[in-house]
């Protein structure tokens, strides 16, 4: 109208992006709140660069798995599945005995529904890291706090 400027839609390229190591306690943290944030973290929805074909995502270092919180009463209630591949193999078990038997594997279930089913989804999940204590070998990155708000 009356502006001579042109304005241009930002699009990262695989050189621009940076990409920053985080950490998070999941200690009483609730996993929908939890697996939530660290989606948005890992696809890079975070950041002003996001570019939607490109993976601009971040590293997380999840530690204290095993103390991550269920509301309600989902932990008798709500039941893991899969699916052996053969006829008649769908299996289930209470998400009290996944916890216990698996607490990283429910952190990484909770995210890997959020991220895109697609190769750049399963690359994003790579770059999640989940522990089931405090301790992690990744400290020489110097992994920056990331706080989920409860």
Same mark, same amino acid.
């Given at each position: 109208?009356?502006?001579?400027?042109?304005?241009?839609?930002y699009?990262?390229?695989?050189?621009d992006i940076?990409?920053? &190591?985080h950490?998070?306690?999941? @200690?009483? #943290?609730? /996993?929908? *709140?939890?697996?939530?944030?660290?989606?948005?973290v890992?696809?890079?929805?975070?950041?002003p660069?996001y570019? !939607?074909?490109?993976d601009?995502g @971040?590293? #997380?270092?999840?530690? $204290?798995?095993?103390?991550? *919180?269920l509301?309600? *009463?989902k /932990?008798? $209630? =709500? *039941?893991?599945y &899969?699916?052996?591949?053969?006829?008649?193999?769908l299996k289930?078990? +209470?998400?009290?005995?996944?916890?216990? =038997?698996? !607490?990283?594997?429910v952190i990484?279930w909770a995210?890997?529904?959020?991220? +895109?089913k697609? !190769?750049m989804g399963?690359?994003?999940?790579? =770059?999640l =890291?989940?522990? !089931?204590?405090?301790?992690h +070998?990744?400290g020489?990155?110097a +992994?920056?706090p990331?706080?989920?708000?409860?």
């Open positions: 109208m009356g502006s001579d400027t042109v304005q241009t839609t699009s990262a390229r695989a050189a940076q990409r920053q &190591w950490i998070v306690d999941a @200690d009483g #943290v609730v /996993l929908g *709140r939890l697996a939530t944030r660290l989606a948005m890992l696809s890079g929805k975070h950041r660069m570019t !939607p074909h490109l601009t @971040d590293f #997380v270092v999840v530690i $204290n798995a095993a103390k991550v *919180r509301t309600g *009463r /932990l008798q $209630n =709500k *039941r893991h &899969w699916h052996t591949g053969y006829m008649s193999g289930s078990i +209470p998400y009290s005995q996944f916890l216990a =038997k698996d !607490p990283e594997g990484r995210v890997r529904g959020m991220l +895109p697609t !190769p399963r690359a994003m999940l790579k =770059k =890291k989940v522990y !089931p204590g405090p301790a +070998p990744h020489g990155h +992994p920056v990331l706080t989920i708000e409860a």
